[in-house]
């Protein structure tokens, strides 16, 4: 049994956050010991039987915290079961299909031999930070598109996956 669960994950304005607190949430249920912190927050993930690593899309890339995460901890993270996943989508399209990881997420993802990825839909709403994020709220082309119910039932799985999994990584 994976007991201790670390989710990292990378945000600007919270939505990612939500997300992984979620997942976080879902694997405690399962009974899990699960964390959600910030990405840039976490000095080591030794003490973590597993991780998950979220991020958010702004340009076709993960958000950069999410990114440094995996490249400092990459030795680390190789030798524990990992997932990704993405948050960005301002529309309801990771809800519809599955949203294949963007290009650097693939690459780390076979590099460190990640158990699996998905992409959830983003949220963008007013008072988002940044000059594009405000133009695109301002523009009627924000909002809330996390499916709450697709965010369980991956983290479901993660936590069925973590509680039959043998003692040792």
């Given at each position: 049994m994976l007991t201790k669960v670390l989710v990292a994950y990378g945000t600007t304005n919270g939505s990612t956050a939500r997300i992984a607190e979620t997942v976080a949430e879902v694997l405690r249920k399962a009974g899990v010991s699960a964390e959600a912190v910030p990405a840039r927050s976490v000095g080591n993930v030794e003490s973590y039987d597993a991780v998950i690593v979220g991020g958010g899309l702004y340009a076709g890339r993960w958000h950069k915290d999410a990114r440094r995460f995996?490249?400092?901890?990459?030795?680390?993270?190789a030798g524990r079961p990992l997932w990704f996943f993405s948050s960005g989508p301002l529309d309801a399209t990771a809800s519809e299909r599955d949203v294949p990881p963007v290009p650097g997420v693939q690459r780390a993802m076979a590099r460190l031999d990640a158990r699996?990825?998905?992409?959830?839909?983003?949220?963008?709403e007013e008072g988002a930070t940044g000059f594009i994020a405000r133009r695109i709220v301002s523009s009627g082309k924000g909002g809330d598109f996390r499916d709450f119910g697709q965010i369980t039932g991956w983290a479901t799985r993660i936590g069925d996956e973590c509680t039959t999994a043998p003692q040792g990584r």
């Open positions: 995996v490249r400092r901890h990459g030795r680390a993270l699996g990825h998905i992409t959830f839909g983003g949220c963008l």
